[in-house]
Structure formats: structure tokens, C-alpha cells
């Protein structure tokens, strides 16, 4: 079984996989993508060894390195700062393409850490080269209105397949390999669109990165392959080594992987690596999986743990990210967990095929239960609103308050109309259209109630979201892939009046007037009982979310201070 972690390392965060037992392997991937590329490679080497697979620093869900335009080298420090985080005196490194660079410079670097290099690709580039790429190779995605740079990341994704290099669409530029499947296009798109802060950092690190002069340094036994149809096969005549400590081979594609695995030296004298380290918050923000019955649900976490705790839960669709700003609004006096639901974010899916508010509530309350989390302020958005009052009902114990910020009540009609139009398939398409559909989606989410009325009534009273914000919920949605719908039908059924009848907190529910539940928020409100208050937003004039709650928690504050949650988990 392939596990998700994340570890500090250096005052950040690498997001990684393990999978196996045994000597320790790191494997690295190449760019723009993140771990999630090497799982076949993850499942057949975790027969013999394991397999730690970490996202490289800026890509996947791994916290960028402070450098504006890094280097192979400063890479490969925080793969060395990687295994000191995990308990790894030696080990193994293995890579492909960018991240055979990078496990180059690890093993160049720590010589007697690492035991065993291993390399699949190795770009081995002249001046001339180099430069051209550098110029052509990772031009900027920048987000437009109309979502056009969407296609174009597609079909530059689609080009890295046919052309080698991508930008040179001509004849003799040909690659004799077949475009990946749909859904591995996809995650590779998805994998370029999230790289922070810009795809193009450890590609122009490995295009400038001097192989000849790593390769002699070498004294590490190493392997290098590098399969038929691979770009870089060639690559293997241009390394005028005599480098004995290295083993060179072409292998057929067939047996690529086969290879790998049987490259890797099972006699090493290495330790068996410890058990996966804990992640402590202390501040900042920090990021983690937390085991329940339903699955491991990530938790985002951000400022003081001594300080009260409020929960924020995400609107549909999206994650605990799509609530950042007001996450590190309230992060200045608040200790903030921003659960992902399950099959949202970076959660695992629901085990059910039509899940219902109850479902989700379930596995959240117990990865708070799990974290120590005791008596927050729940703060949810529309459908994370319905998860917040549910949540407040099921578990009296459990909220100090809540604040629902839109909460849908429809008729049966509008249900039904609802539950039919509005959630469009995140199946992938051979043209990226599927991406252009969601993009649209989510653009007129902004300008009409439902979306798909675009006539003059069912206009919204409200302005756009800027192209670069658009993106960011964007890319909220795509991470949840093909889930994402089930919470957003969850809420469209859900029947809040009754719930809102059994909570026993005190529940604040407000909306801005822009907000298209405004009137079913307010509704809402006045049919509760005494315990439901409903207030207005009103941004413009400081009345925010913030605002909301601070407010409501002053009013109802949480435990003393011994016995709040000290961040450990």
C-alpha cells in the first residue's frame, strides 16, 4: 500500500509517498510533476525495498526552497535535509530525467550517505542547447479570462510527447512514443498548473546544471539507463566518462521498469529506515493526514495553538485552500484547522457512491477528535455551512459555536433543477475541453444564480473574480478530481431547518447580499429557534467573514487555555 506523509524539513514542508519495507530507496521524479508520477515505479520497487518518494520543493504539494531561481545543488541539499527529517543515516537515491540530476548532485554531495545512485535520463546538454531551452522551454502559464491558458497547458503537455524538445513542432523532431492515457495527461497538466511558485524553476535548474563536471566528482556507485524512446537515450554517447564507479545501458521499453528494480543493490549493509516522523505544528502554517474510518482526511493548520481554535470548512468546489485569505486573516489570533472533505483537496474519496452531509460530518469530527481539538468555533461556507451545522447536531460536545456563512434552502423544484444541471464531469477529454468546461463553470458561478441560467433574472449582482484568482479555485476544484460533485449533491439535499432545530450551540448564520443563499440564509434563520441568530455581511464595510467570527467567538469563548490543543499530533 502507497502512503501519503509530509515532513518538516528546514522550516518547511515536503509532501511524500512510502510504500514497502526494508533498506531505504528516495526516489525522485521528473519535472513538472510530483510523486503521484512514479507509483507504478513505487509499487514494484516496494517489493524489495522502501520506497520514499517525496514531491520535489516547489512541485506537488511540497512547500517551495526560498531561492528566487535555484539550483540543481540547493535541490539536492533539501533531499539530504529530506532524509535527515526522516531518520536516514544511508540510503539509497534514485531518479528520473530532472530528478537524475538532482540524485546526481545528492550523491555528489553526500558521499558517504548515499550507498547506491540510480538514474533513468540523464540530459547531458551543449552551451548551444542549454541556451535554447532555457530561452523556449518553460514559457509562463498566465492565467487569462477566458481560460485559454488552460488548452494551451494541454496541448504543451500533449506536444512534450510527440516533439522533442516540445517547442520544436517539426518532422524531425518526432517522438516515436504514444500520448500517455487521459487520466495520466490530466494528472500531468494538473501536476504543471499547481507547481509554486512556476513550473519552469527545476527544469531551467537541470538545463543549466554541468552533468560532465557531477559525473566526474562521482564516487558513488551509480547506474545509469535510459529506455528506446526515451529523448534522452541518445544522451548516453555524449558522456566522455571514464567514471568507473558507473554503470551505463540502454534498456528496451518493455523492460524499463523491470530494469530499475533490477539495478538496485539488495546486499547494501543499510538500516532499515524508522517509522514515518510526526508533523508538529508550532505556528506558520503546516499541513498533514489524519487517519479515520473513512480514510485519511488532510488537515491544513495555520497560527499560534495557544491561541482559540476555530475550524473553517470549504465551500464546494474546492479544499481547505480555497479559504486562504480568511484562514491567515484569522490566523493572527486564532489557531486555524482547515479540514479538506473527503473526496475533496487532497482527502481520500468517500467510500460511498451518494454520500450525504451526515457522512461527510462523520470522518471530520473524528480527525478533530483525533488532533485534540476541543470546543472551536466552526466556521463553514455554503456547503462547508451545511457540514457546520450538521456537525454542531450530531456532536453537541463538540463546537463552542457555529457561524454558517450561506446555507441553502431549496424547494423541490429547484432541488430537483439543481441536482440535474449544475455539477458538469471532471472526466478527462482528448482535447482538454473538459477543462475549459469546469473553468467556464466556475467563471459564471460568479455571475449567475444557478450558473447555467445565464438569462437577465438570473443575473448576479457581482463583478468577476480576477483571471489569477479565477485560477486559484481553479485548480481547488481540479486537485478533488472527479469527487468533487458528491459533496456539492450533499448539500443540495440536505434539509438544514431540522438540524438547525437540534443544535444546542450558539449559530450564528450570515450572508452578503451578493451571496446567492442570502435569502435562504435569512429564511432560515428566522424559522430557528432562539439559539439561531442571522447577521449581515457586509465586506465594504469591515462586517466579513473575519469579522463574523471573531465576533461570534468573543461572545462564546472557548476552553481555558491548559486545556487547548498544543498543536502535536
Known sequence: ????????????????????????????????????AMEPWIRALAEHVTV??????????????????????????????????????????????TGSKIALSTAVQAPDRVAQLVMDGLGVYTETEAAEHLE??????????????????????RSMWTFWPWYRMEADRRLATSIPDLQTLHQMVYDQLRATPEWGLAYRAAFRYNAHAALEELR?????????????????????TRNS????????????VQEIVAAIDLSLDIADPPPPPAVTHRGGTSRRYVPTSQGNVHVR?????????????????????????????????????????????????????????????????????????????????HTGACLAVELAAARPDLPGGVVADGIPDLTEDERADILTNYMLPLTPERNGEHLIRAWHMLRDMQLYWPWYRDEAEHARDTAPSAPERLHHLFLQMLKSGETYELAYRAAFRYDAAPRLGQTTA???????PSDMLHRSSQGLAAAAGANVAFTELRPEDGRDAAWAVRTHAAHHAGPPDETRPKGEA
Open 506 to 512: 450558539p449559530t450564528v448564520i450570515c450572508a452578503d
Open 301 to 381: 493548520m495555520d497560527g499560534d495553538p495557544a491561541n482559540p481554535p476555530v475550524v473553517v470548512l470549504h465551500p464546494s468546489p474546492g479544499s481547505g485552500d480555497t479559504c486562504q485569505d480568511l484562514i491567515l486573516d484569522l490566523a493572527r489570533d486564532h489557531f486555524v484547522i482547515a479540514p479538506d472533505m473527503p473526496g475533496n483537496g487532497h482527502s481520500d474519496p468517500p467510500g460511498a457512491q451518494q454520500p450525504d452531509i451526515a457522512f461527510y460530518a462523520a470522518p471530520l469530527a473524528e480527525a478533530l477528535t483525533a488532533l485534540g481539538i476541543e470546543r472551536p468555533v466552526l466556521y463553514g461556507s
Open 245 to 256: 564507479s558507473l554503470r551505463v545501458a540502454g534498456v528496451t521499453d518493455d523492460d524499463h
Open 52 to 97: 520514499l518518494a517525496p514531491d520535489t520543493a516547489g512541485y506537488g504539494q511540497s512547500d517551495p526552497l526560498p531561492e528566487d531561481e535555484p539550483e540543481i545543488d540547493a535541490y539536492a541539499r533539501s533531499v539530504i535535509a529530506f532524509a535527515d527529517a526522516l531518520g536516514l543515516e544511508r540510503f539509497i537515491v534514485a531518479g528520473t530525467h
Open 136 to 157: 523556449h522551454y518553460t514559457v509562463p502559464i498566465v492565467p487569462v479570462w477566458h481560460g485559454g491558458h488552460l488548452l494551451e497547458a494541454w496541448h504543451r503537455m
Open 220 to 240: 558513488t556507485p551509480a547506474v545509469l539507463l535510459a529506455k528506446e524512446t526515451d529523448p534522452l537515450r541518445p544522451h548516453l554517447e555524449r558522456l566522455g
Open 1 to 36: 500500500m502507497v502512503e501519503r506523509f509530509y515532513a518538516d524539513v528546514d522550516g518547511r514542508q515536503m509532501h511524500y509517498r512510502r510504500a514497502g519495507r526494508g533498506i531505504p530507496l528516495i526516489l525522485l521524479h521528473e519535472s513538472p510533476r510530483s510523486s503521484a
